[in-house]
């Protein structure tokens, strides 16, 4: 008999979040489980929908207020019923942040309940006073859970000092990256403003938040450019900060910064570039790295991201700078990522 999962997950907006849930419900094996997601807002940024064994509902979202209550409060104020759809054998709370999500993984029947985290969350509670607020209403949600997935070993023990739940189990679980759509996309022919081949192009692919690291990456990548004047970055993804760092990468290195807003083929970007360059804050387990490693480029990384990715070499910042007026063009090494998706579904169908 077929397994019944269902997943919870706010939106499906543009966001590594979404995405790596998108790739994940496009590579389950539906001889062996059925899938079931709700979601609390409609539009999905992504091409092509699911696959049609997965069954989607759409679900008004809950009043804003209720974020903003201890979630034992809140949690009687929003009445679904969810004795319709049944039971499931695994509910996964995908997104971890939401009311909405919390909700439906710990209110519908389930033999199972599982909350995916993300992020590491005591850096994100340092830096973000947002995160700070919801937390302090929602962390009374996270004792209702059977197990925890992290999507690398390097966030659990700051979600367990955050969290107070030293007993708590955990499975880390990495991000699917579906490496079938991005060999199908990414030589498809589309224009990058500014580009010119025979520079050295970098890129970068992520929202345009403070998490992210853009100032510094701009910094560091001007840094270089006052050494080598063929450097360029492209960067993917948009964001609160764009203006902010458009003034920044200006004032730095005029003419040699671009900002390509939210794309929905990144991959085809990616593969007209030389390397790849990411200097985040932090992180929960970084997919833009796994999908240029997919696209085969070469990764220039600061080196705190080594421990949220395996079989990273990272830079200090100023060894980063270094080895950005190095670089050289290079033929692709592409990596299909076999064993590493395929641990990914191993540890799932193991829930």
Same mark, same amino acid.
């Given at each position: 008999m077929k397994k019944r999962i269902v997943f919870f997950q706010s939106s499906l907006g543009p966001g590594g979040i979404e995405k790596s849930l998108f790739n994940l419900l496009h590579n389950l094996d539906y001889d062996r489980v059925e899938a079931t997601l709700f979601v609390f807002e409609e539009g999905c940024?992504?091409?092509?929908?699911?696959?049609?064994?997965?069954?989607?509902?759409?679900?008004?979202?809950?009043?804003?207020?209720?974020?903003?209550?201890?979630?034992?409060?809140?949690?009687?104020?929003?009445?679904?019923?969810?004795e319709q759809y049944g039971e499931f054998d695994l509910a996964a709370d995908f997104n971890s942040y939401q009311f909405s999500c919390a909700c439906g993984a710990l209110g519908v029947r389930a033999k199972k309940r599982v909350m995916w985290l993300h992020n590491n969350v005591e850096i994100k509670l340092q830096n973000e006073w947002k995160y700070r607020v919801l937390w302090h209403f929602f962390q009374g949600k996270l004792k209702y859970y059977d197990r925890?997935?992290?999507?690398?070993?390097?966030?659990?023990?700051?979600?367990v000092r955050c969290s107070g739940l030293t007993d708590a189990e955990h499975t880390v679980i990495q991000n699917y990256i579906d490496v079938s759509e991005i060999r199908a996309k990414?030589?498809?022919?589309?224009?990058?403003?500014?580009?010119?081949?025979?520079?050295?192009?970098?890129?970068?692919?992520? @929202? /345009?938040?403070?998490?992210? +690291?853009?100032?510094?990456?701009?910094? =560091?990548?001007?840094? #270089?450019? *006052? %050494?080598?004047?063929?450097? @360029? /970055?492209?960067?993917?993804? +948009?964001?609160?900060?764009?203006?902010? =760092?458009?003034?920044? #990468?200006? *004032? %730095?290195?005029?003419?040699?910064?671009?900002?390509?807003?939210?794309?929905?083929?990144?991959?085809?970007? =990616?593969?007209?570039?030389?390397?790849?360059?990411?200097?985040?804050?932090?992180?929960?387990?970084?997919?833009?790295?796994?999908?240029?490693?997919?696209?085969?480029?070469?990764?220039?990384?600061?080196?705190?991201?080594?421990?949220?990715?395996?079989?990273?070499?990272?830079?200090?910042?100023?060894?980063?700078?270094q080895a950005i007026i190095g670089a050289k063009k290079q033929p692709k090494q592409p990596d299909d990522l076999t064993e590493y998706n395929g641990e990914i579904l191993r540890r799932i169908y193991e829930l």
């Open positions: 940024f992504f091409s092509g929908g699911f696959p049609e064994p997965v069954t989607v509902h759409l679900l008004k979202p809950p009043p804003r207020i209720c974020s903003f209550l201890p979630f034992e409060t809140a949690r009687p104020l929003w009445k679904i019923d969810w925890f997935i992290p999507c690398s070993e390097a966030i659990w023990e700051p979600f990414e030589k498809e022919d589309i224009a990058i403003p500014g580009y010119e081949a025979d520079k050295m192009n970098f890129v970068a692919l992520g @929202r /345009l938040c403070h998490q992210k +690291g853009y100032d510094i990456m701009i910094d =560091l990548f001007a840094r #270089a450019c *006052r %050494q080598r004047d063929d450097l @360029r /970055l492209y960067i993917i993804g +948009g964001g609160f900060d764009r203006r902010e =760092l458009g003034q920044q #990468a200006e *004032r %730095q290195a005029p003419g040699k910064i671009f900002f390509l807003g939210e794309q929905v083929n990144p991959y085809a970007v =990616l593969y007209q570039m030389d390397a790849f360059l990411s200097t985040s804050r932090y992180e929960g387990q970084p997919l833009n790295i796994e999908e240029a490693r997919a696209v085969g480029l070469p990764l220039y990384c600061t080196k705190n991201l080594e421990q949220y990715s395996d079989n990273l070499k990272g830079y200090e910042p100023e060894e980063l700078v």
